[in-house]
């Protein structure tokens, strides 16, 4: 399947069930994607097109996108957080779609798309470089005259010594969780362990799955030769977030 089936499995064993949580909260995960989409400009009049989310995760970029009057399409490999996603959007202009990212014909029935977000590290989930490829490729076809492709991604250009490579992620009384990498050439492996306590002892669940090692000039370099034209690029809370144009000029 074009998406790795360890990233599915790992979501429904572990990390969805516990994402939002890991990331700070609910209300620190809305505020986070409220400032991407003003700082994107996705969200502004006017956008009569809807949105495609891929990888929309529990869906607080889809929630966003609602409550400033946007329809939603939001794709995800993981039922454990469409199921909360449903929950967080419920009364909005939401579509659930559950599929894979590059399963265009789950979804494309409802472009073509003022934007295509790509977010949260979503890309790096992707098991080989082609399939990023065809990703870009994708966002390009799917999207109306002047649409946006903004992605978000964690570049791993250098690898960590041992000691380093074991991060602390977040812990409270009852809850514990933290991440070890493993580094490889072409991507990186995440073991996610977590620690819950029970009322008398402490349960471990651990969990690993791939991340594809991608830097932001690789990306532009691809996005551009498929007609999508970088119109900024920033650092954001430890990821790189890029926002591309169909048709656009180059930017800085």
């Not at 502004?44 to 966003?64: E, K, N």
């Not at 599929?99 to 789950?106: E, K, N, Q, R, V």
């Not at 979804?107 to 790096?124: I, K, M, N, R, S």
Request: net charge negative; with cysteine.
């Amino acid at each position: 399947m074009p998406q790795s089936s360890n990233i599915e499995q790992h979501y429904e064993a572990l990390l969805g069930s516990h994402y939002t949580w890991m990331m700070g909260g609910l209300e620190r995960c809305l505020a986070d994607a409220r400032q991407l989409v003003e700082r994107t400009g996705i969200g502004r009049p006017p956008l009569a097109a809807p949105v495609l989310d891929l990888g929309c995760g529990p869906g607080y970029h889809a929630r966003t996108l609602a409550e400033r009057g946007r329809r939603v399409i939001a794709v995800d490999l993981s039922e454990t957080c469409l199921r909360e996603l449903r929950e967080l959007c419920a009364g909005l202009d939401v579509v659930p779609v559950h599929a894979d990212l590059l399963d265009a014909g789950a979804y494309e029935q409802h472009g073509p798309f003022a934007a295509v977000v790509c977010v949260g590290d979503t890309l790096t989930h992707l098991e080989i470089r082609d399939q990023v490829l065809r990703l870009l490729e994708l966002a390009q076809r799917l999207l109306a005259p002047d649409g946006a492709l903004v992605v978000e991604f964690r570049e791993q250009p250098g690898e960590l010594i041992a000691a380093d490579a074991v991060l602390p992620l977040r812990a409270e009384r009852d809850r514990i969780m933290q991440c070890v990498l493993h580094f490889e050439r072409d991507r990186v492996w995440v073991t996610d362990v977590l620690y819950e306590w029970t009322g008398d002892a402490w349960k471990c669940t651990k969990s690993s799955y791939p991340k594809l090692r991608l830097t932001s000039g690789e990306i532009v370099r691809e996005a551009e030769a498929r007609g999508l034209r970088l119109a900024w690029s920033e650092t954001r809370a430890g990821r790189r977030v890029l926002l591309l144009r169909k048709g656009d000029t180059p930017g800085t």
